[in-house]
């Protein structure tokens, strides 16, 4: 009875969007179905841009915003581009199904901890960081076609 009621405030949450797919590196397809479309029973519908944005606002107090990603593409650009100092990241995301979400440095190398489910911080307990003139990348990966709204935040 418990699972049916989060999930039924799950799908109360959602919100329409248009379809459209995207690859990620990996090669798995990341799919801007919108909440309201039901792509398998395991499927719920993804929060709206604002409510992530909120989220990240809670577990980063400090932190700037510096992109929303709605959809969350399988891989960013670079996020700190524009950085003329060592920068720390973080992200919200919410997805309508389980997705991996991790930032990868210039040479695709991890920084922080990857975070898995439908909701969650990357990275889980802090930022992660990268000194001047290096890139930032936040990556989507999921098995199975998926919604994924994400917010960034960095400082300084």
């Known amino acids: 009875m418990k699972k049916s009621a989060i999930l039924a405030i799950a799908l109360c949450?959602?919100?329409?969007?248009e379809?459209?797919?995207?690859?990620t590196q990996a090669g798995a397809s990341i799919l801007d179905a919108g909440g309201d479309a039901a792509i398998g029973s395991a499927e719920v519908s993804v929060p709206a841009i604002?409510?992530?944005?909120?989220?990240?606002?809670?577990?980063?107090?400090?932190?700037?915003?510096?992109?929303?990603?709605?959809?969350?593409?399988?891989?960013?650009?670079?996020?700190?581009?524009?950085a003329g100092a060592d920068t720390c990241v973080r992200a919200a995301?919410?997805?309508?199904?389980?997705v991996r979400v991790r930032f990868v440095d210039a040479?695709?190398?991890?920084?922080?901890?990857?975070?898995?489910?439908v909701t969650g911080t990357v990275p889980p307990e802090g930022p992660a960081c990268v000194v001047r003139g290096d890139a930032?990348?936040?990556v989507v990966e999921a098995a199975e076609p998926a919604r994924v709204r994400a917010v960034v935040v960095a400082a300084p």
């Open 13 to 17: 949450a959602g919100c329409a969007g």
């Open 19 to 23: 379809r459209s797919a995207a690859r």
């Open 50 to 82: 604002e409510v992530v944005a909120r989220n990240v606002e809670r577990v980063a107090p400090g932190m700037r915003e510096i992109a929303r990603l709605d959809p969350a593409p399988g891989r960013t650009g670079n996020l700190v581009a524009d």
């Open 93 to 98: 995301f919410a997805a309508s199904r389980k």
């Open 107 to 117: 040479r695709d190398a991890g920084r922080g901890e990857a975070a898995e489910g």
């Open 136 to 138: 930032m990348h936040l």
